[in-house]
């Protein structure tokens, strides 16, 4: 079966390109040109991918991608922002974007990111059932994360990430093996994506995120999961 890409992009020529870039690849492709519209068509759960532009007409792009998390959507996103500027990627990535992607764009470097995070959601964390650490329980087969019974919201991307530190315990891991391993040696990512991650994920699982005893940070090296 055809993989199925939603493109939420208000500006028709940018759309159109998108579109016809994505059906020569192989791809089903949905074109909508409002965030509303998106977020009602992303949580009926019909797409394998979202390419999210930022910059929508009433709801934004960083709504759509916050209130789709929060309602436990976990569709891999790629954020498409033309401004270029790290703050508006970081607050991409903190909203739970998987990737982003800046315009202007070549064809060959979008389709890359595509297949990259589309090959990232098909294999999705390798299966090891349940893991407890301090007061927390972690299920990779139900994508359940709770402490003491109460539930916290990871993305699909924190469950990756989270999956490499637990099959790590103990060993430091540099930002360059964080990328490999939990976003695959093709992806074309910046060092600030893993601590973006690291961060969001401190402040789910730590009970002083700025004191952390799970995840360390090791200067000029990388992180160490002490759980």
């Known amino acids: 079966m055809k993989e199925h890409i939603l493109v939420v992009e208000d500006e028709p020529t940018i759309a159109t390109g998108l579109k016809d870039d994505l059906e020569m690849e192989g791809y089903v492709v949905e074109v909508v040109d409002d965030g509303a519209v998106a977020l009602r068509r992303i949580l009926e759960g019909e797409s394998d991918l979202i390419l999210l532009d930022v910059m929508l007409p009433g709801m934004d792009g960083f709504a759509v991608c916050r209130e789709s998390r929060l309602k436990g959507d976990r569709t891999p996103i790629i954020i498409l922002t033309a401004k270029g500027q790290e703050v508006d990627k970081v607050v991409g990535l903190e909203l739970g974007a998987d990737d982003y992607v800046t315009k202007p764009f070549s064809r060959r470097e979008l389709i890359a990111r595509v297949k990259a995070v ?15 650490f301090a007061d927390i329980t972690i299920d990779f087969d139900r994508f359940e994360v709770s402490r003491r019974g109460e539930k916290i919201d990871l993305t699909a991307m924190e469950f990756k990430l989270m999956r490499v530190f637990l099959e790590h315990r103990g060993q430091v891991l540099t930002i360059d093996e964080l990328l490999d391993e939990a976003w695959g040696r093709d992806a074309v990512l910046t060092d600030r994506v893993v601590y973006t991650h690291v961060n969001n994920l401190r402040n789910k699982l730590e009970e002083n995120p700025r004191e952390p ?15």
């Not at 589309?118 to 407890?132: D, F």
């Not at 005893?213 to 002490?226: A, E, K, Q, S």
């Open 213 to 227: 005893r799970l995840l360390i940070g090791v200067r000029g090296v990388g992180y160490r999961f002490d759980g």
């Open 118 to 132: 589309l090959r990232r959601g098909r294999e999705g964390p390798k299966a090891g059932g349940i893991y407890r």
